[in-house]
């Protein structure tokens, strides 16, 4: 005679595979805070390379061809920006967080904004604009004119970055430190 046994239909224990990944997950946060009280970033925005950063000091003035972390500048225009989803939340005042942006441009230089970005009066490869972003919504881009005293005029290359040609020129109070990368990945 064959002895039939009852197993339960679903195990109602939770996995270890399953508890790490709880863990992992809710350490997130913490690990996101005290990374940035010690000047590490996790980037996982296309602009630049996905990973780790930290924030190098700046002790000099910023110049052009720096990679540099920066807050973006409490106005409508980045408010806007942020019900878009084009800015994260974080750190810096606003509650957004940081950007990481290449200075093309320093107070005293010219900008041309058309189809394309030009700096006293040459062209800045990669940077053509565009009119909405992937969900069809209105891009308004920055005038142009001379780069204020005291701002500098922020770029990526990358095709749908939201910088400069879009926000203007930001002020250099908003820069917390040159971008290092520590371990990243560009896809």
């Known amino acids: 005679m064959t002895r039939l046994t009852r197993r339960p239909a679903c195990s109602s224990r939770t996995s270890k595979r399953t508890w790490l990944s709880i863990l992992f997950l809710a350490s997130l946060p913490a690990v ?3 990374g940035g009280m010690l000047g590490y970033r996790l980037n996982l925005t296309a602009s630049e ?3 780790i ?3 190098r000091p700046l002790e000099r ?3 052009v061809g720096d990679l540099v972390f920066v807050c973006p500048p409490q106005t409508t225009d980045m408010a806007e920006a942020r019900r878009r989803k084009y800015l994260h939340v974080g750190l810096c005042p606003g509650g957004y967080a940081p950007l990481i942006k290449m200075i093309v441009a320093v107070s005293g230089q010219t900008i041309e904004i058309g189809q394309c970005v030009r700096i006293d009066g040459l062209n800045l490869p990669q940077s053509s604009l565009v009119a909405q972003d992937g969900q069809g919504r209105f891009l308004k881009a ?3 004119g001379i780069v204020p005293a005291g701002r500098v005029f922020l770029y990526s290359s990358f095709p749908g970055s939201f910088d400069s040609r879009y926000f203007g020129p930001i002020q250099t ?3 917390l430190g040159l971008a290092s990368e520590v371990l990243t ?3």
Do not use: C, K, N
């Open 32 to 34: 996101s805070v005290i």
């Open 49 to 51: 390379p996905l990973g």
């Open 185 to 187: 990945y560009a896809p």
């Open 142 to 144: 920055f005038d142009g």
């Open 173 to 175: 109070s908003g820069i």
């Open 61 to 63: 003035s910023a110049r």
């Open 53 to 55: 950063w930290q924030i």
